[in-house]
T-cell receptor, first 115, second 116 residues
């Protein structure tokens, strides 16, 4: 497609459930990022991929969060044993090449609500 | 840690006014700065990207400036329209964090309302 797509757009989970959020970056984009945006806040960095390699996962809040990009295109963010504090919008972004200089393009996000 | 602050947090102006949104950051060792627009319930739309070697960028009614040494950027919107109502986010890439080459560090945004 023309832009970054994410699915599902909305997800409601009961506390303790596992969830998987999908990101389809712009075709040919090497770099892929995940961010978490709490209500009323700016997005916070979670993790970064260059192709299939996860180069930085320093922003992942706990070991319940796991991300992968096995073939260097689609990425999945998995949250195990969800907690209420995980409720947020999860944004995916991609950029063409070198992440330090290129513009990041964002998807519409997945709004996760944990009950 | 790179801290990004946006002032004001909220702004309401009548249609047709020119306005300025402010962004400041604590670490001037940045690669670039990006301004985004976010509509309610939507993702982020990139408006302007300013590389560290540049001082300003323009797109239509928008003009963004960057003063890296003082850690400041402004987004100028000319002749505002109701359709400009949204949250405007400033983000910088770079600083002394371990992820400084990768991640964007965001402010909390300025919520803009342009009334007819």
């Amino acid at each position: 497609g023309a832009g970054v797509s994410q699915s599902p757009r909305y997800k409601v989970a009961k506390r303790g459930q596992d969830v998987a959020l999908r990101c389809d970056p712009i075709s040919g984009h090497v770099s892929l990022f995940w961010y978490q945006q709490a209500l009323g806040q700016g997005p916070e960095f979670l993790t970064y991929f260059q192709n299939e390699a996860q180069l930085d996962k320093s922003g992942l809040p706990s070991d319940r969060f796991f991300a992968e990009r096995p073939e260097g295109s689609v990425s999945t963010l998995k949250i195990q044993r969800t907690q209420q504090e995980d409720s947020a919008v999860y944004l995916c972004a991609s950029s063409l090449r070198d992440a330090s200089r290129n513009e990041q393009f964002f998807g519409p996000g997945t709004r996760l609500t944990v009950l | 840690k790179q801290e990004v602050t946006q002032i004001p947090a909220a702004l309401s102006v009548p249609e047709g006014e020119n306005l300025v949104l402010n962004c400041s950051f604590t670490d001037s060792a940045i690669y670039n700065l990006q301004w985004f627009r976010q509509d309610p319930g939507k993702g982020l739309t990139s408006l302007l990207l300013i590389q560290s070697s540049q001082r300003e960028q323009t797109s239509g009614r928008l003009n963004a400036s960057l003063d890296k040494s003082s850690g400041r950027s402004t987004l100028y919107i000319a002749a505002s329209q109701p359709g400009d109502s949204a949250t405007y986010l400033c983000a910088v890439r770079g600083g002394l964090d371990s992820n400084s080459g990768y991640a964007l560090n965001f402010g909390k945004g300025t919520s803009l309302l342009v009334t007819p």
